[in-house]
């Protein structure tokens, strides 16, 4: 059974700060992984994707992989009120297409 | 910027009817999943589509599922004898290659109430 986990928070950060989000997964065979953002109610929405072990830059946020460790975790730097959101860790396997979702983890973003 | 479209937006059934959902994948994508987020738990893969076939299933697509895709178009996902537990939204979701980096993209979601 593939596996992602995720702390589920709530992760409380202030306005400007910045906020670390990690998970961890089973499968070693995978091979791609996301970050995806859902406010309540709504759908996924993908913030970002990393495939090979280091870091990964775009704007305010950074996604970290390490397969050795099989953690990925992302950071949101100058984290803002509307960064207040459930944040879904999502691994794909070596074998199928299918993308295998941790439970999220919900950030609260003061200002 | 292409979506993914789903109908309906919310659908009320009685325990017992079948329901059918109804999605337009974006226009160059060629595989077509469905996933499912029964309200607080986390988005579940029920099943992923390629080549007018499904490539993939979970456990949950058991026999009261199916799926299929009509015209070059539309996606369907047909729940036969909704239980009190399908209650869910469903999520359809395209990509356009299944493997490497590529990104599934999801629809806004069928939020699917059974009473």
């Known amino acids: 059974q593939k596996e992602v986990e995720q702390n589920s928070g709530p992760l409380s950060v202030p306005e400007g700060a910045i906020a670390s989000l990690n998970c961890t997964y089973s499968?070693?065979?995978?091979?791609?992984f996301f970050w995806y953002r859902q406010y309540s109610g709504k759908s996924p929405e993908l913030i970002m994707s990393?495939?090979?072990?280091g870091d990964k830059e775009d704007g305010r946020f950074t996604a970290q992989l390490n397969k050795a460790s099989q953690y990925v975790s992302l950071l949101i730097r100058d984290s803002q009120p509307s960064d207040s959101a459930t944040y879904l860790c999502a691994v794909r396997g070596q074998a199928g297409t299918a993308l295998i979702f941790g439970k999220g983890t919900t950030l609260s973003v003061s200002s | 910027e292409p979506e993914v479209t789903q109908t309906p937006s919310h659908q009320v059934t009685q325990m017992g009817q079948e329901v059918i959902l109804r999605c337009v994948p974006i226009?160059?994508?060629?595989?077509f999943y469905w996933y499912r987020q029964i309200l607080g738990q986390k988005v579940e893969f029920l099943v992923s589509f390629y080549n007018n076939e499904i490539s993939e299933k979970s456990e949950i697509f058991d026999d009261q599922f199916s799926v299929e895709r009509p015209d070059g178009s539309n996606f369907t996902l047909k729940i036969r004898s909704t239980k009190l537990e399908d209650s869910a939204m469903y999520f359809c979701?395209?990509?356009?290659?299944?493997?490497?980096?590529?990104?599934?993209?999801f629809g806004e979601g069928s939020w699917l109430t059974v009473v």
């Open positions: 226009s160059n994508h060629l595989y």
């Open positions: 990393i495939y090979s072990n």
């Open positions: 499968d070693r065979g995978s091979q791609s």
């Open positions: 979701a395209s990509s356009n290659l299944p493997s490497g980096g590529n990104t599934i993209y």
